[in-house]
């Protein structure tokens, strides 16, 4: 809430509101930071400022800007406009604004800018972007441009109503932000935009984005209404005067929710593996106190599971927290968002999509060893080990199965259980004759064994229902490890049959794909491509290609299906046998 402050028996008058992100919270500013100075001006703007880094910006990369003392930053030309459009704008107005509206620093108030490349500002960014965006929490960003309006006021510029704000624009190459700090917001208008001597009324100030195409727009609520001055107590990620946004493309993103969201949801982390059980925040819609939010996962191979949404922070800033199934199916797949009223009537279903990929290779959860028996030549003694509360603290039993993907379909399906509520003390010991063993799996034929395979550990696969204690909850071994049971048990033939039947249904390389950038920055520019979720967004070795910085996959698959991958080292592409980014092949 905002108190007037009333001096010289009501003479003069003006709104003072609390400071919502204090100044010392902001971006380091002013010339001991390194920044440069507006010069003093109505209406003006700084030079073209080239950036050293492109900065995308609503599907466009621009290599410079400019900063305009009406509170815009602007990247087709200088804008001296002092009075909001409230509408889409043409193509010389493309631009970010944080405060847009009639202010005059010919007497009073600075207008500093910089670019930066310093750690401490770099890491702030970082911070602030992985809080507001969960799905961008491993982003690496490279550059930061840091704007502040300080103490300024309107025109004609002799007033004392001052308004304090900022705006770091930052991106990794590809993606892009937008953050706005506001300190103190006490004035929406100039005189000549209609306001009056405490600078309200008139036309107030707009604050969002403007594609400058004449059609697209993004306005955060209150803009061109007296309700702007309020910009400093609302927030879209539950902290009083302050916003962040995506702006690469021309789906600007806000980081909190809408009440009148449309189009798709975003999900974070957009990728788990087929092993489920994690959680995943969904974020866009916004959720009323009576009502209730549902995450439906379709799996082709498998079942259409509800899972209710817990919901996490208030109803400006709110994101969803669902909990992931097992999953039968590979790749792209189905994710609705049901919101329903307490009755269970359904309100809204937004879509979206979750990516499922295959289980890590090793991920030190379970351990497994297979060794011929000491006792009897013809059995082999299996040991499984695990951490108890992986599982789950109230998890007292649980089951071991052994999956198996098989090569015709490529789904999962339990091959074999190896043991049934055994006491989740972790460890598992028991002693199998080969004829058991290899009745049960090595039957199979050829074409029908999978070459991945894992064994998991999970409590609650009896009576989930009747007994909620033992939810369900998995944790799973290396494929590999599978393999090697399998081998172990029916033999080397077994396994090679397997391999080449997996083989023999490989269709090929896919056809008409696109072509790789050629170099490392033209890959980071090129919005046909993505980060590869498992080669250089989360900090770990690409296992698949070695040696490389990062790859990227294509978005949109070819005619057949296909998908492009390309990979980069020292900002050139890493190519290998057959002409291709792939320098291995694992079977």
Not at 354 to 364: H, K, R, S
Not at 513 to 539: E, K
Request: net charge negative.
């Amino acid at each position: 809430m905002c108190l007037k402050a009333h001096v010289l028996l009501f003479i003069l008058s003006w709104p003072m509101c609390a400071a919502k992100v204090p100044i010392g919270e902001f971006f380091p500013f002013g010339v001991e930071n390194g920044d440069a100075v507006m010069e003093r001006s109505d209406d003006g703007s700084s030079p073209r400022l080239p950036l050293s880094i492109a900065f995308p910006f609503f599907d466009f990369l621009h290599d410079a800007l400019w900063v305009n003392v009406n509170g815009a930053i602007s990247f087709v030309a200088a804008i001296s406009t002092y009075t909001p459009a409230c509408k889409a704008v043409t193509s010389d107005h493309r631009m970010i604004e944080p405060f847009w509206g009639d202010i005059d620093i010919r007497f009073t108030g600075d207008i500093f800018y910089r670019e930066s490349f310093d750690t401490s500002v770099l890491r702030k960014a970082i911070s602030e972007v992985a809080s507001a965006f969960p799905d961008s929490q491993n982003v690496q960003l490279k550059w930061v441009y840091v704007i502040t309006w300080f103490n300024v006021t309107f025109y004609p510029g002799t007033y004392n109503p001052r308004n304090t704000f900022q705006v770091a624009l930052t991106t990794d190459g590809i993606q892009s932000f937008a953050i706005f700090y506001y300190n103190n917001i006490t004035w929406t208008t100039g005189t000549s935009t209609g306001g009056n001597t405490s600078g309200l009324g008139g036309t107030p100030a707009q604050a969002g984005f403007d594609a400058g195409d004449g059609k697209t727009l993004f306005m955060i609520p209150g803009s061109c209404m007296d309700d702007i001055i309020t910009i400093g107590d609302r927030s879209n990620v539950d902290s009083p005067g302050k916003w962040l946004f995506r702006v690469d493309n021309s789906n600007i993103q806000s980081a909190g929710c809408s009440t009148n969201f449309t189009g798709t949801f975003r999900v974070a982390p957009s990728f788990v593996d087929t092993n489920g059980h994690v959680d995943i925040e969904v974020s866009g819609p916004c959720v009323e106190e009576a009502e209730n939010a549902t995450c439906r996962f379709y799996d082709p191979n498998g079942n259409v599971t509800d899972v209710l949404a817990a919901k996490l922070g208030n109803q400006t800033s709110m994101t969803l927290l669902c909990a992931t199934p097992f999953f039968y199916s590979i790749g792209r797949l189905r994710l609705d968002l049901i919101i329903t009223h307490n009755d269970s009537t359904i309100k809204n279903i937004f879509n979206g999509y979750l990516y499922v990929v295959m289980p890590p290779e090793t991920d030190g959860l379970l351990q497994f060893d297979i060794q011929p028996s000491q006792n009897d030549s013809d059995s082999f003694e299996l040991t499984f080990t695990w951490n108890p509360e992986s599982i789950g603290r109230d998890i007292n039993f649980v089951d071991i199965n052994m999956f198996i993907m098989k090569a015709d379909t490529k789904i999962w399906q339990q091959g074999l259980q190896i043991a049934k509520k055994v006491v989740n003390n972790g460890i598992f010991k028991a002693v199998f004759s080969d004829a058991v063993l290899m009745d049960l799996t090595c039957g199979i034929t050829p074409i029908e064994l999978g070459v991945k395979a894992a064994f998991s550990v999970g409590g609650g696969i009896y009576d989930v229902i009747a007994n909620p204690e033992h939810r369900e909850h998995l944790i799973f071994t290396a494929g590999t490890v599978a393999v090697d049971f399998l081998s172990s048990v029916c033999g080397p033939p077994v396994r090679a049959a397997a391999c080449l039947a997996w083989f023999a249904l490989d269709p090929g390389p896919p056809k008409n794909l696109i072509p790789c950038p050629p170099n490392s920055t033209w890959a980071r520019a090129d919005p046909r491509f993505q980060l590869d979720y498992g080669c250089g967004v989360v900090p770990k070795p690409c296992n698949y290609h070695e040696g490389a910085d990062y790859c990227i996959d294509s978005i949109e698959p070819s005619a057949d299906g296909g998908m492009q991958q390309c990979c980069y080292k020292d900002d050139k592409i890493l190519l290998g046998p057959p002409g291709t980014t792939l320098q291995k092949i694992f079977l």
